[in-house]
Nanobody, 122 residues
């Protein structure tokens, strides 16, 4: 199983970015997908998740209203649209897959991508 995340970069506060994560080696439609982030010196934290159908999502309070998670099961890809970025959003962003559901705790996920760095300057 491989999860390949991409789309990170250096942006200014208020800008937007879209992260992508493409999965291979698994039946994508059977997996809930999540995005997490980890800032330097901090623990990995939940950002957003989407159930396998794509119709049910949930978000961390810190990103609600600014970030949108979506998925394309035909392309085995999950996206994270990030708008109104803030310096505190700076982190390495990881995608993860969980069989038959979504969840907030990182330990409940089965597979992880390698991470993509998002840096937001003030």
């Amino acid at each position: 199983v491989q999860l390949q995340a991409s789309g990170g970069g250096l942006v200014q506060a208020g800008d937007s970015l879209r992260l992508s994560c493409t999965a291979s080696g698994l039946t994508f439609r059977d997996y809930g997908m999540g995005w997490f982030r980890q800032a330097p010196g901090k623990e990995r934290e939940f950002v957003a998740a989407v159930k396998y159908s794509g119709r049910i999502t949930n978000y961390a309070d810190s990103v609600k209203g600014r970030f949108t998670i979506s998925r394309d099961n035909a392309q085995s890809t999950v996206y994270l649209q990030m708008n109104s970025l803030r310096p505190e959003d700076t982190a390495v962003y990881y995608c993860a897959a969980r069989l038959y559901g979504d969840a907030r705790p990182p330990y409940r996920y089965d597979y992880w991508g390698q991470g993509t760095l998002v840096t937001v300057s003030s």
